[in-house]
Nanobody
Framework: HVQLVESGGGSVQAGGSLRVSCAAS????????WGWFRQAPGKEREGVAL???????SYADSVKGRFTISKDNSKNTLHLQMNSLKPEDTGMYYC???????????????????RGQGTQVTVS
């Protein structure tokens, strides 16, 4: 049984930073593809960042240079460091995983079969 649990969301002023994390069980972060997608009210889901089992990464253009995805293999945990936050970054952030890395592109994260319940990020 795969379980992904996000934490670390919150409210921050524009220009600030937040780090969201995802604790995984039932699926090792040493394999497959992992990522984050977000969804704001009234908007479509957007794949934000992806990291492969080998450490290759991909980011949405909207967050390149500001967000960094990383994984801690020893703790089976995924992180997303978000800097220089903007109001348009507001939304629910979801951790997601797939056992297969077919495309190393952040946009595919929205279709990953395993996902958490999300954590809210609000930038004002």
């Amino acid at each position: 049984h795969v379980q992904l649990v996000e934490s670390g969301g919150g409210s921050v002023q524009a220009g600030g930073s937040l780090r969201v994390s995802c604790a995984a069980s039932g699926f090792t972060i040493r394999s497959g593809c992992w990522g984050w997608f977000r969804q704001a009210p009234g908007k479509e889901r957007e794949g934000v960042a992806l990291v492969t089992y080998g450490g290759s990464t991909s980011y949405a253009d909207s967050v390149k240079g500001r967000f960094t995805i990383s994984k801690d293999n020893s703790k089976n945990t995924l992180h997303l460091q978000m800097n220089s936050l903007k109001p348009e970054d507001t939304g629910m952030y979801y951790c997601a995983a797939h056992s297969v890395c077919s495309w190393v592109q952040a946009r595919v994260v929205i279709d990953f079969p395993y996902r958490g319940q999300g954590t809210q990020v609000t930038v004002s």
